[in-house]
């Protein structure tokens, strides 16, 4: 039972461009969600995340917008450079009851930017 | 000054074998976790800790023990090795009183089962 659908396994994006990484969750007690990066080798490393209270969190180039009502998140990522090539996972949990501490990820999407 | 490390990160054994896999954190955190990624790349929760305390054991085969002497460790045991356990294997920490759980991860073990 897959809580958090990351639909789109690979994407590729031209340098400079917007990455647009799309992420869907089913359960509504989700109320704080992340993205992380993984580069091969390593182990997945915060990038961003988002409060349900709010609908948009912006750190430098990368911007995550929740859709609460549409149970949607996307991270865009302007401008994409090749550094920014890595799978991205997305995550949700449930701050409080007894899911404390757990975090349901998504299946990752490959990040791939061209010069 | 690595945030979570884990040790080894290559572990290459034969079926049948016990091995264990241990895990460090110097960031303060109160609650550690052990992850699994499979073949199809999905990151799937083991275990968790908090404060030395079991709060989150998943389905996971009894062959596999979590023990955390203080809260900055969390091993994990694995008794008769299986093809199957063939994955990479993730530690992270947090601390959950913040309500945020950004948890940091190691580097992995990739664990080979022959």
């Known amino acids: 039972d897959q809580q958090v659908k990351q639909n789109s396994p690979s994407l590729s994006v031209q340098e400079g461009r917007i990455s647009i990484l799309n992420c869907d969750y089913t359960n509504s007690m989700f109320d704080y969600f992340l993205w992380y990066k993984k580069y091969p080798a390593e182990g997945p490393t915060f990038l961003i995340s988002?409060?349900?209270?709010?609908d948009k969190n912006e750190d430098g180039r990368f911007t995550v917008f929740l859709n609460k009502s549409a149970k949607h998140l996307s991270l865009h990522i302007v401008p994409s450079q090749p550094g920014d090539s890595a799978v991205y996972f997305c995550a949700a949990s449930a701050t409080g009851g007894s899911t404390l501490g757990r975090l349901y990820f998504g299946r990752g999407t490959q990040l791939t930017v061209w010069p | 000054d690595t945030a979570v490390s884990q040790t080894p990160k290559y572990l290459v054994t034969q079926m049948g074998n016990d091995k264990s896999i241990k895990c460090e954190q110097n960031l303060g955190h109160d609650t550690m976790y052990w992850y699994k990624q499979d073949s199809k790349k999905f990151l799937k929760i083991m275990f968790s800790y908090n404060n030395k305390e079991l709060i989150i054991n998943e389905t996971v085969p009894n062959r596999f023990s979590p023990k955390s002497p203080d809260k900055a460790h969390l091993n994990l045991h694995i008794n008769s090795l299986e093809l199957g356990d063939s994955a990479v294997y993730f530690c992270a920490s947090s601390h959950i009183g913040t309500g945020r759980n950004e948890q940091f991860f190691g580097p992995g073990t990739r664990l080979t089962v022959l």
């Open positions: 988002i409060s349900s209270i709010k």
